[in-house]
């Protein structure tokens, strides 16, 4: 007889919209956000993400009444940035982030998610700027996320962590771990997408031991390594690849979750762990069973 797999207590799973093949406020390829609602309500998650800002309600009395009801609770925000590019961008970013933020305090969330920008787009493959950053664009970058961090939590209350991802300057071990050591720990935290990171060569279960201290949130997610192998060899950008099902329904995929929950759970605090199954665009009955069964397997490794 096996042994029980021991009670993940510390890891808060939950879902959010890109689970439901949700990238965009507004697009006719996504479910309405009431289905997403009631349906991940449906699968047995009790904590989402805002997803993109204008997809759920931006009213928060609205919002509020909505996820009360199906027994819903919102975890995080997420903004998109691009903070490399130097001062001139703060007004703008601020402008984007100000909002997400409000909405994301007024919900009882403590989480902001930072994603960077794309140096290739992520529809066209277009290159929009150079995939690695200049002595001076690290500069840029770390000194002003550090100040997004500073003024999210002194006028928001919240704490920012920072999302490695594919086509973005921060996405390999080496980009992930040099933008860690360049970082303010008070200020800055990581979001560790789980399927992003293995996408990009990363072991995830190996940066939770080695920045554990700095390991904010986590994203749950794998990929299909035979279709990364296809991806990197034709140098697919990342939107097409999602297209060709490079994230996959665990526990198919890499990298395995159960060390990566148990590394995690051992840090001793507390930290959402959020599915995000990357399948945009997706036909409108595929997210619930997938959620479904994703939820079974999550609780099967202790969480």
Do not use: K
């Given at each position: 007889m096996s042994s029980p797999?021991?009670?993940?207590?510390?890891?808060?799973?939950?879902?959010?919209?890109?689970?439901w093949g949700v990238w965009f406020p507004d697009d006719p390829h996504q479910v309405p956000w009431?289905?997403?609602?009631?349906?991940?309500?449906?699968a047995g998650y009790e904590w989402i993400e805002l997803g993109p800002y204008g997809y759920l309600p931006t009213d928060p009395a609205v919002l509020h009444g909505e996820t009360i009801r199906r027994g819903l609770k919102v975890s995080a925000g997420t903004v998109f940035?691009?903070?490399?590019?130097?001062?001139?961008?703060?007004?703008?970013t601020w402008a984007h982030v100000s909002d997400i933020a409000a909405l994301t305090r007024a919900m009882g969330a403590e989480h902001l998610v930072v994603i960077p920008a794309f140096w290739r787009d992520d529809k066209t493959g277009r290159i929009v700027e150079d995939g690695t950053l200049t002595s001076r664009q690290w500069r840029d970058l770390v000194v002003q996320t550090e100040r997004l961090g500073q003024e999210v939590r002194e006028r928001y209350g919240l704490k920012i962590v920072v999302h490695p991802h594919a086509d973005t300057h921060i996405d390999s071990e080496e980009n992930v771990s040099r933008f860690l050591d360049a970082t303010d720990p008070d200020l800055v935290s990581l979001c560790l997408d789980t399927g992003h990171y293995a996408?990009?060569?990363?072991?995830s279960a190996t940066l939770i031991e080695t920045y554990g201290e700095r390991i904010g949130y986590l994203h749950l997610k794998q990929v299909d390594p035979q279709i990364l192998a296809e991806v990197i060899a034709d140098q697919i950008p990342f939107g097409p690849a999602v297209a060709r099902g490079v994230m996959c329904e665990p526990p198919s995929g890499v990298p395995a979750l159960e060390p990566v929950l148990s590394a995690a759970d051992a840090l001793g605090v507390e930290l959402f762990?959020?599915?995000?199954?990357?399948?945009?665009?997706?036909?409108?009955?595929k997210p619930l069973p997938i959620a479904r069964r994703t939820r079974r397997y999550l609780r099967?490794?202790?969480?």
């Open positions: 797999v021991p009670a993940l207590n510390r890891i808060r799973v939950g879902s959010a919209p890109d689970s009431q289905r997403f609602l009631d349906e991940v309500a449906r940035t691009a903070l490399h590019r130097g001062p001139d961008v703060w007004e703008s996408y990009c060569g990363g072991d762990a959020i599915v995000e199954q990357d399948m945009y665009p997706c036909p409108p009955d099967m490794c202790g969480a």
